[in-house]
């Protein structure tokens, strides 16, 4: 691992590979598809200094894996900004080591330093098998008042994220309600499941909540 500036750098050993079949990325790219609609995912020339936001990904595995490794397939970096993907903006995370920062993937596309996050959370729990990590100013703002747990304000995609998360794990209930805050990490919300309802669903309730929260207010 390596420190440049006190910023700290996330190693992708990366190896260029095909797609994978669009019918195992269907599901996955349908959730994306309403992500987009709501606003959760996507990209805005006011918002992140204009990049894109937010991603999504599924276990490959249902079950556990001798070699302890649980790889997942991934939106690929900068792909918030499409409206519709492809089976070429998708790669696998083959492996994830949170505490060298470094993740192994492959595929037709680069994933984004928020991969380390997403495995992060798969290393939580083998029943978790869907992630989605958005951006809503709605649900991080009245994070607080909704009651969802949120990180220590470390940097997104760094081993201390990755202890943040497990500590939210531990410590808050974060087991019941699925859902987490990045303090660290501007309207960075992330929500898993067993399932992509499970996940995806507890995202819009809680975006459903905190619009009711904005309204109380008005
Ligand atoms: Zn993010």
Redesign the pocket.
């Given at each position: 691992m390596s420190t440049q500036e006190g910023i700290v750098k996330y190693r992708c050993d990366f190896t260029p590979g095909p797609a994978l079949p669009f019918s195992e990325l269907s599901e996955l790219n349908a959730w994306r598809k309403l992500m987009v609609i709501t606003g959760l995912i996507g990209q805005d020339p006011n918002r992140y200094g204009g990049y894109g936001?937010?991603?999504i990904s599924r276990r490959l595995d249902a079950q556990v894996r001798s070699d302890g490794l649980h790889p997942f397939v991934i939106t690929g970096t900068q792909t918030g900004g499409k409206a519709d993907l492809t089976a070429e903006d998708y790669v696998v995370v083959t492996a994830c080591y949170a505490q060298e920062n470094r993740l192994v993937a492959e595929g037709p596309i680069k994933p984004s330093s928020?991969a380390l996050t997403h495995g992060a959370v798969y290393a939580l729990d083998s029943q978790i098998l869907w992630v989605v990590?958005a951006?809503s100013p709605e649900i991080w703002c009245n994070a607080e008042a909704l009651g969802v747990p949120m990180t220590a304000n470390v940097p997104?995609g760094s081993p201390e994220m990755a202890a943040e998360v497990k500590r939210l794990y531990i410590e808050s209930d974060l087991p019941q309600k699925r859902i987490f805050g990045?303090a660290g990490?501007e309207d960075?919300i992330v929500t898993y499941g067993r399932t992509a309802e499970e996940a995806g669903f507890t995202m819009l309730t809680y975006l459903v909540r905190a619009l009711q929260c904005a309204e109380r207010r008005n």
């Open positions: 936001y937010g991603n928020e990590h951006h997104y990045m990490h960075g």
